[in-house]
């Protein structure tokens, strides 16, 4: 079946860079439709970057997405690892 509509720059990116490995991108925690339309493409939630997003308001979280190529051509996700170290 054709991917959906929100994985259609994902396929062009992996169809015509073959040696691109994984795509990652960034939103702003407010930015609901952005932050869907990466899940809905198959990207998965690896990261959270604190205040790191400024605007005439203050600064806001950033919240960045990625995809692997083998989870694209699989269609599995593969979620990101959060197991933290011992300090």
């Given at each position: 079946p054709p991917p959906p509509a929100d994985a259609f720059?994902?396929?062009e990116i992996f169809g015509r860079?073959?040696?691109t490995h994984r795509i990652e991108g960034q939103t702003r925690r407010d930015?609901?439709?952005?932050?869907?339309?990466?899940?809905?493409g198959g990207y998965v939630l690896e990261g959270v970057f604190r205040q790191a997003w400024p605007s005439d308001n203050g600064p806001h979280d950033g919240i960045g997405?990625?995809?692997l190529?083998?989870?694209?051509?699989?269609?599995?996700?593969?979620?990101?690892?959060f197991t933290e170290i011992d300090a």
């Open positions: 720059i994902t396929g860079y073959p040696s930015n609901v439709a952005m932050r869907k339309v990466f899940l809905r997405y990625a995809i190529r083998s989870d694209w051509e699989s269609g599995a996700t593969t979620p990101a690892d």
